[in-house]
C-alpha cells in the first residue's frame, strides 16, 4: 500500500472520501491499525491518560512522546503518522516550537506533529510551516488547557462559534494541514469544515467533518468508561482479560505447556 502523504489529505477532502484516524502508542497497534487501513495514527499525549495512569495530558514530556513515536513511524506501512507537542514543549514560542517539532521529525520519522491552540500558537504553526515540518492544528477543547477551561468542556457554543471559526481559518492561513476539532457543536464544526479548504477531523465535533478521530482504547472497548462522544467497536478488554484467564487456567491444571511447546534435549 502506498504511503499517504500531505497532499492526499486534501485531495481526499476534494473528492468528499472520509478520513479515519486512530491514536496509537506503540508498535504493535500501529501495524494493527495499519493494516485495518486506518489512514492517520496519532500519537496523542492522551497516551498520559490511556498508557501512563495520569489523569490529565499535562505531565507528558517530549522525551515520552519521541520513543512513542519512533515506534508507531518505524511500524507503519501506509498510515499518515501525526506526533503531538506536548504540554510545555512549544507555548513559550516559535523557537521552543521550532526546536521540539525538529526534534520530533529528525528522532521519530513521524509525517507531521500537532498542537493545540488557535490565536494563540499561530506564530509556531508559521514556523514549523517555514521549517518544511506539517501542522496538524486543534482546535475546540484543548485537553492541555484543561485546568483554565475548567475540564472537558464543549467549547465554540452560543457566540463563541464565530471565534472558533476564525480560528480554523487563522491556523489554515498560518499553514495548517488538517484541523482537528475536539468537542465542538456539530453545527459549528460543519461550518468549519466548509470554509478551510483542508480537512477537519472531528472527535465530538459531528458528523459534517471530513474525518474522525478516536482514542483507540475507547474505540476498542479496552476500558469499562468513555466518553459519550466516543463509540465503542469492540470488547477487546473483556477479549483480553479472558485470554488471560485461559492461559491462568492452563498453567495452574498443567494443560500449558504441552509438548510442542517444548524441546528435545
Ligand atoms: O492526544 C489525543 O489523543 C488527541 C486526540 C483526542 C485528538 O489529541
Ligand atoms: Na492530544
Avoid at 489512514?39 to 495512569?53: C, K
Avoid at 513515536?69 to 506536548?86: I, K, N, Q, T
Amino acid at each position: 500500500p502506498a504511503r499517504i502523504r500531505v497532499h492526499h489529505l486534501q485531495a481526499a477532502k476534494q473528492r468528499g472520501e472520509r478520513l479515519t484516524m486512530l491514536t496509537a502508542y506503540d508498535a504493535v497497534t500501529a501495524r494493527l491499525f495499519d493494516d485495518a487501513g486506518i489512514d492517520m495514527l496519532l500519537v496523542g499525549d492522551s497516551i498520559g491518560n490511556t498508557m501512563h495512569g495520569h489523569t490529565t495530558t499535562l505531565p507528558v514530556t517530549l522525551d515520552e512522546l519521541v520513543v512513542a513515536a519512533r515506534a508507531v513511524a518505524g511500524a507503519v506501512r501506509r498510515a499518515f503518522v501525526v506526533a503531538d507537542l506536548p504540554f510545555g514543549s512549544y507555548e513559550a514560542g516559535p523557537e521552543q516550537a521550532l526546536a521540539s517539532a525538529v526534534r520530533m521529525m529528525k528522532e521519530t520519522g513521524v509525517a507531521a506533529v500537532k498542537l493545540e491552540g488557535g490565536q494563540r500558537s499561530l506564530a509556531q504553526i508559521r514556523a514549523l510551516t517555514a521549517a518544511g515540518i506539517p501542522v496538524v492544528a486543534h482546535l475546540g477543547y484543548t485537553p492541555q488547557s484543561e485546568n483554565l477551561l475548567g475540564g472537558p468542556r464543549v467549547q465554540g457554543r452560543g457566540d463563541q462559534g464565530q471565534r472558533l471559526c476564525d480560528d480554523a481559518v487563522a491556523v489554515v492561513d498560518a499553514g495548517a494541514v488538517a484541523v482537528v476539532l475536539e468537542m465542538v457543536p456539530a453545527e459549528v464544526a460543519a461550518r468549519i469544515t466548509e470554509v478551510v479548504p483542508v480537512p477537519t477531523i472531528g472527535i465530538g465535533a459531528g458528523p459534517e467533518c471530513d474525518g474522525q478521530v478516536l482514542v483507540w482504547v475507547d474505540m476498542a472497548g479496552m476500558g469499562d468508561w468513555s466518553p459519550r462522544f466516543a463509540k465503542r467497536f469492540g470488547e477487546v478488554g473483556a477479549a483480553l482479560t479472558a485470554a488471560a484467564r485461559a492461559y491462568a487456567d492452563e498453567v495452574r491444571s498443567g494443560a500449558f505447556p504441552e509438548a510442542a511447546h517444548s524441546f528435545d534435549a
